[in-house]
Each structure stands twice: as C-alpha cells, then as structure tokens.
Nanobody, 124 residues
Framework: QLVESGGDLVQRGGSLRLACVAS????????IGWFRQAPGKEREWVSC????????AYADSVKGRFTISKDNVKNTVYLQMNSLKPEDTAVYYC???????????????????WGKGTLVTVSS
C-alpha cells in the first residue's frame, strides 16, 4: 500500500514536500514514480527514482524545481517541489514498479501499485 501526503494550497513561488510511505513492501528495490493529474487533463509522469540504483529522472516541466529522494529507513520517497507555478496544480500520485525494465520508467502502465493521491493547489 502506498500513501501520499503533503499536498496543500500554496502561493506561486512557494514550496511543498510530498511524501509517499509504503507499507507491506520495501521501496528499496523498486522504481518509484510520481505522477500528476490536473483537472481535465491526462495523468502525466513527473519524476522517478530507482530504489536499487538511486537513478533519478524528471519531466522537463519540473526539472530544476523538483527533487526526488528516498529514505530507506522510513520506507518513504519524497518529492521536494520548489518555485511552484499555477500549472503545477494537480493531484499527485506515487506509484511502484516491481519489475522495472527501465532504470527510471515513465510509462504509467508499467507501475503495479498506486496511492490515492494528494492535492496540490498553487494560487497565482
């Protein structure tokens, strides 16, 4: 089970840190991705970290502003979001790929487990 937290209402330029806590499965060996879905839009990939190798990847829209990290002791993956923009407004989901064929998978279809999401709203 994956549970996201940390979503909130924040002003343009502000920061938030999202957390994805896993229970009954270790995040250490799998790929963990963050996705988001804005109202009326399709779900899009945001970032991913490979639990085994530590490799990270980011969508161009968030590169340089978002940072993904993991804490194996807490079995948690974080998404630090800085310089937030109104277009970052969305429900953010974390997901786990148990058998990553890529180092940092970006296709939502390959992920096996999903959280229920946490809402991030950025006001202008």
């Amino acid at each position: 089970q994956l549970v996201e937290s940390g979503g909130d209402l924040v002003q343009r330029g502000g920061s938030l840190r999202l957390a994805c806590v896993a229970s009954e499965i270790s995040l250490e060996y799998y790929a963990i991705g963050w996705f988001r879905q804005a109202p009326g839009k399709e779900r899009e990939w945001v970032s991913c970290i490979n639990g085994r190798h530590g490799t990270q990847a980011y969508a161009d829209s968030v590169k340089g502003r978002f940072t993904i990290s993991k804490d194996n002791v807490k079995n948690t993956v974080y998404l630090q979001m800085n310089s937030l923009k109104p277009e970052d407004t969305a429900v953010y989901y974390c997901a786990l790929d148990r058998h990553p064929l890529e180092d940092v998978p970006t296709d939502a279809a390959v992920y096996d487990y999903w959280g229920k999401g946490t809402l991030v709203t950025v006001s202008s």
